[in-house]
Every structure is written in C-alpha cells, then in structure tokens.
C-alpha cells in the first residue's frame, strides 16, 4: 500500500494549489517512482536485454502507479486544504471530478455485464471506451473554459476511474509475480489504465473548449449578435 499510494500522499501534502493540482502532482511522481522501479528491477535481473526488460517493467510499474498515486496525491492535498483551512481545493472542479469519476465507472462497468449476458464483446468494448471520453468531457466541463484546465480535470478523473475500476488486478499484479498467464487480468487492466488516461485527458479537453465556445456564443447573443 505504501508503494502504491505513498509517494502520492505525501507529494499531495506538499503541493500548493487545488485537489486535481495535487492529484496531477502525485501521478507524476508515480511516473518516477515506477521508472526507478524499472530500473532496478531490470538491473536485477541480469537479463542481456537491459533495454527490453527496462521498457516491460516501465510500462507495468507505470500502469499500476499512475491511478493510485494520483489518488494519493489528492487526498494529500485535500488533507493540507483542511489542516490550513485555506479553501483552495477548488470546490466546482473537485465536483466536476467526482461526477465524472462516477460516470467513467458506471458507464464502463454496464457494457462488461452487458458482454457478460449477451456475448456482444466487440459492441461491449466501443462502449466500454467511450466512458472516459464522456467523464472526462464532464469534468473538463465543470473545469472552466481553460484547455489546461479541463486536461487536468479529464486525466484526474480518468486516472480516478481506472483505480477504481481496476483495483483488483492492478493489486494483485503489484503483490505478485509478472507471468503472463497468471497475471492475464492484470496485464488487461494496465493496458486499460493507459486507453482510458489518453481518452479522459482528451474528453476534459474537449469539455472545457466546449464550456468556452458556449460562453462566447452566449455573450455575443447577449450582445445582440
């Protein structure tokens, strides 16, 4: 657990700014921790093919480190919001960021029954990628009208999504050994993590271009344009 969500929390105590600041804070310092992970661990091994084994492990530690240390780095900088009583966790993108974490899960989690009862698994996938887009175009929204902004929105509630969603093979892979065959879920769920980190971080894009273009259409029609 320490591995896992650590570095985040503390990170998220350290940084200044709002709860997806710190959430965005943690993942990157997941993405070190899992780089240096890889490095050892590919040293360790002994294997001629530093470079190959190097870049297998960087995209596994990745994977696993990426959602819960952006978790942990939230709840860090949620925590120093409270303890400062300082009110800068930005409570409208904190919402925005819960209810697209919320849509990201039911929205994937309905196509997997949906393939489990009906066997429609090609259908079930489309529908199944399509909820990050939707999520983090919510919380992209519920952002503001900064493409920035809406990035971080849409990757922290992408990134919340797939730790949520995927807590249980992304667990068990971290607690044991990397075989393909036993850890087949697992391998899954990475991959996953990095479908939907790419598709959240668009959709909240395109949520907070979206919240802007409606506020320019708005005030020029107020304007009598």
Not at 135 to 158: C, E, N, Q, T
Not at 185 to 203: C, D, K, P, Q, S
Request: glycine content about 18%.
């Amino acid at each position: 657990m320490a591995f896992l969500f650590g570095g985040g929390l503390v990170t998220g105590l350290l940084t200044r700014g709002r709860v997806r600041d710190g959430a965005v804070a943690g993942a990157v310092c997941g993405v070190i921790v899992a780089l240096l992970a890889a490095t050892f661990t590919s040293l360790a091994a002994q294997d001629p093919s530093v470079l190959s084994t190097f870049a297998f492990y960087a995209l596994i530690f990745t994977g696993l480190l990426l959602p819960y240390n952006a978790i942990g780095g939230a709840a860090g900088r949620a925590v120093r919001s409270a303890l400062r009583r300082d009110g800068a966790a930005g409570a409208g993108g904190r919402h925005g960021i819960a209810v697209g974490t919320v849509v990201i899960v039911g929205l994937a989690l309905a196509p997997g029954l949906l393939a489990i009862i009906t066997g429609l698994v090609f259908v079930s996938g489309l529908l199944v990628m399509a909820a990050p887009l939707a999520g983090g175009f919510i919380a992209g929204y519920a952002s503001g009208g900064r493409p920035k902004d809406g990035l971080k929105a849409g990757f922290v509630a992408a990134l919340f999504g797939a730790g949520l969603l995927f807590f249980i093979p992304l667990l068990w892979t971290a607690l044991h050994d990397f075989g393909f065959a036993e850890t087949f879920e697992g391998m899954v769920a990475i991959a996953l993590v990095y479908f939907f980190t790419l598709l959240g971080t668009a959709g909240g894009v395109a949520g907070a271009v979206a919240r802007r273009s409606f506020k320019v259409e708005e005030a020029n029609g107020g304007a009598g344009f």
